[in-house]
C-alpha cells in the first residue's frame, strides 16, 4: 500500500513563467537526475460526451478541456490568472472588456493564437446551427440570446477583433463573474476555424483531428483512455511538469481505489462505502458538496402537474434517512436549491447571508405530506393514493438504481402511491429522455458554473435548455431578470433568494442531498488543485516528488 495520510483540500502555487514566439518550443523536462518519466494516471466515471469544445456539457468534458485549451484567461481554483490574454481592461460600466492577447500564444501546430480565433470560437458557440448544449452559457454577451434563438446573426454577437492581438467583449449587463466563468469553462476556448472546416462533422473526434491551445495536446482517444503529452508551444511551457497524463474510464469506483492501491493510478474517488474505512490511513482530500442532487419533475404528468402533489413528494421524504441509506452518510442532506457554501455577497456565504427556514424539513413532515396528497387528490379526482402511479427514472448504474429503490419505498410508504423505476443509460438520459421530455420523475445533478447563486437559479428559468421540467413561472423569470440588472450587491442576492423562495414554493423539483466528493492523491503528487466551478481537479500545474 502507498504511503498516505490524512488532509484537508490543498491550494497550488503557480509559477507563471513567459516564453518568447511560437517557432522555438520549449517543453517541460524531467528534473535534473530524473530517468524516470513523470507521469500523472487517474480514472474517471463517466465518459466525456465530446472533445468538441464548444459542445461540452459536463464536468468531465470540462475537466478535459481544461487542460487542452486555454482562455482568454485561466481559472486557477478561484484564482484569476493570464491566459491567452496577457492584460485586459474593463469599462467603468461594466459591460466592456478589452483583452490584449500575448503574442507567444500558439497553437500545438506551432501557428500563433489570434483575436478571430475566438471570435470564431464565441459565435459557434451562439449559433443554433451548432446545436450546443451549453449554448446558454454565452447569453452573458451582448445579444447571445437573439443569436442562439436565431433572431440575429452570428455576426452581431458582442465580440469581435479590431486586430490580431486585441478581442474586445461586450455584455448584455455588467456580470461581476465574467473573467470566473471564461476562465474555467471550455466553451470559450478559442477554436481554428480552418481546422474545424476541415474535419467538419468529425471535428475533435479523435486526437489528431483537433490542434489545442492549452498546456496539453491530445495524443490519443481510442478504447476509453486519453492520453495527454505537453504542448511544446504553450507560451507557459516551462510550468508544465509532467511528461504525460493517462485517464481511463473505469466506471466502478471499487474497481479504481483497487488500482489505486496497486500503484496503477495517482490519483481516484473512493465510493461513499468506502471514506470511513480510507480516512484513517489515506491522504483524503474532500470537494465540499457543491454538487446540487435532485429530482426533475416532469409537470405534463398528470399528477405531477398538480404543486399540492409537488409538495406531498417533498414533504413524505426523510432526507437524512435517505443520505444515511444511500451514501453512508457521506453526503449532505439538503431541502434547498442553492449550494450552502457559495457566495451570498459581502464576503459571506450564502448559507450566512440568508436564513434556511423556508427549505423543505429534513426529516419530513408526515402531517404537512398527508395534507398536500389530499389536497391533491380531491384536485385530480382521485379517491385513493393507490390509483396514482409515477415513473422514476434514473441511469443504469448500481448506485443510482439503489437509490432509487430507497426513494420508492419511502414514498410508496409515507404517501400509499405507486413508484415504478425505470432505468436507462446516462448519456440517454441527458441527450434524449430529458431534452425531449420523455420522463415523469428523473435523477438529476448540478455543478455550479462559477461562484453565484444565479448558477443554480437559471436552470429554472422558462428559456433555459436544462430547464428539463418545463418550469414557467413569469414572476420567477422576472426576478432573475431583475437581479442580473441589479448593481447593489445586496440588492441583487435579496433578488436570487426570493426567487430561491419561490422555487421551493412551487415545489419545482425535490432536492435531496449536496454531494461530498472524496479523493485519494499518492503523497508523492504536489501541486493538484481541487476546485467546486466548472471542474473537480486541476492537475496541470501538478509534479511528482519520486
Not at 440575429?152 to 469581435?160: F, Q, S, T, V, Y
Not at 476556448?189 to 475533435?204: H, K
Not at 476509453?224 to 505537453?230: A, C, K, M, Q, T
Not at 511538469?241 to 495517482?266: C, F, P, V
Request: proline share 3%; charged share 25%; with cysteine.
Amino acid at each position: 500500500m502507498k504511503k498516505k495520510l490524512i488532509a484537508t483540500m490543498l491550494s497550488a502555487v503557480m509559477v507563471i513563467a513567459m516564453l518568447s514566439g511560437c517557432s522555438t518550443p520549449s517543453g517541460s523536462e524531467p528534473d535534473s537526475g530524473s530517468d524516470s518519466e513523470k507521469v500523472f494516471r487517474y480514472a474517471i466515471s463517466t465518459e466525456p460526451t465530446t472533445l468538441d469544445p464548444t459542445k461540452g456539457n459536463s464536468t468531465t468534458d470540462n475537466e478535459i478541456q481544461h487542460a487542452l485549451t486555454e482562455g482568454l484567461v485561466r481559472n486557477s481554483s478561484g484564482e484569476i490568472n493570464p491566459g491567452v490574454a496577457e492584460t485586459w481592461e474593463i469599462s467603468d460600466d461594466g459591460l466592456t472588456y478589452t483583452f490584449h492577447l500575448r503574442e507567444d500564444a500558439c497553437w500545438s501546430d506551432g501557428e500563433t493564437i489570434t483575436a478571430d480565433d475566438f471570435v470564431y470560437s464565441w459565435r459557434r458557440l451562439m449559433n443554433p446551427e451548432t446545436a450546443s448544449p451549453y449554448a446558454f452559457i454565452g447569453e452573458y454577451v451582448l445579444n447571445g440570446k437573439s443569436v442562439e434563438t436565431g433572431d440575429m446573426k452570428p455576426e452581431e454577437l458582442g465580440i469581435e477583433a479590431p486586430d490580431d492581438q486585441t478581442v474586445v467583449v461586450k455584455l448584455e449587463k455588467p456580470t461581476s463573474y465574467f473573467l470566473s466563468l471564461i476562465g474555467s469553462c471550455g466553451q470559450f476556448a478559442p477554436l481554428r476555424e480552418d481546422v474545424v472546416e476541415e474535419y467538419g462533422s468529425d471535428f475533435a473526434g479523435k486526437a489528431d483531428q483537433n490542434v489545442y491551445s492549452g498546456p496539453f495536446k491530445l495524443t490519443s482517444a481510442e478504447n476509453r483512455e486519453w492520453i495527454f503529452e505537453p504542448n511544446e508551444y504553450y507560451w507557459d511551457a516551462d510550468s508544465i511538469h509532467w511528461d504525460r497524463a493517462e485517464i481511463s474510464y473505469i466506471e466502478n469506483k471499487d474497481t479504481q481505489i483497487a488500482m489505486y492501491e496497486d500503484g496503477e493510478l495517482d490519483y481516484a474517488k473512493i465510493s461513499s462505502s468506502y471514506v470511513a474505512e480510507y480516512e484513517d490511513e489515506a491522504e483524503v482530500y474532500q470537494s465540499g458538496g457543491t454538487v446540487y442532487c435532485y429530482l426533475n419533475l416532469n409537470s405534463d404528468n398528470k399528477a405531477i402537474g398538480n404543486k399540492n402533489f409537488r409538495k406531498a413528494l417533498n414533504y413524505s421524504l426523510d432526507r437524512k434517512t435517505y443520505v444515511a441509506l444511500a451514501t453512508d452518510d457521506v453526503n449532505d442532506a439538503y431541502g434547498g436549491i442553492v449550494f450552502s457554501g457559495i457566495s451570498g455577497g459581502e464576503g459571506k456565504l450564502y448559507s450566512e447571508a440568508y436564513d434556511q427556514d423556508f427549505y423543505y424539513p429534513l426529516e419530513g413532515d408526515q402531517e404537512l405530506a398527508e395534507k398536500y396528497l389530499a389536497d391533491a387528490m380531491e384536485e385530480l379526482g382521485y379517491s385513493e393514493a393507490s390509483e396514482i402511479t409515477v415513473k422514476l427514472m434514473t441511469s443504469d448504474a448500481d448506485s443510482d438504481k439503489k437509490k432509487a429503490e430507497i426513494l420508492q419505498e419511502m414514498w410508496q410508504n409515507a404517501l400509499g402511491i405507486n413508484v415504478e423505476i425505470e432505468q436507462t443509460t446516462w448519456a440517454n438520459l441527458y441527450s434524449t429522455a430529458y431534452p425531449n421530455g420523455e420522463f415523469e420523475i428523473g435523477t438529476g445533478s448540478w455543478g455550479p458554473d462559477y461562484d453565484d447563486p444565479y448558477t443554480y437559479m437559471e436552470l429554472y428559468r422558462s428559456d433555459n435548455s436544462y430547464n428539463y421540467s418545463g418550469y414557467s413561472n413569469e414572476e420567477f423569470d422576472a426576478l432573475l431578470e431583475a437581479a442580473q440588472s441589479e448593481v447593489d450587491e445586496r440588492a441583487r442576492m435579496d433578488l436570487l433568494n426570493e426567487a430561491e423562495k419561490l422555487l421551493i414554493e412551487d415545489a419545482v423539483s425535490v432536492p435531496l442531498e449536496q454531494a461530498n466528493e472524496w479523493y485519494m492523491l499518492d503523497s508523492d503528487v504536489k501541486g493538484v488543485q481541487f476546485y467546486f466551478c466548472g471542474y473537480n481537479v486541476n492537475w496541470i500545474y501538478g509534479d511528482t516528488t519520486e
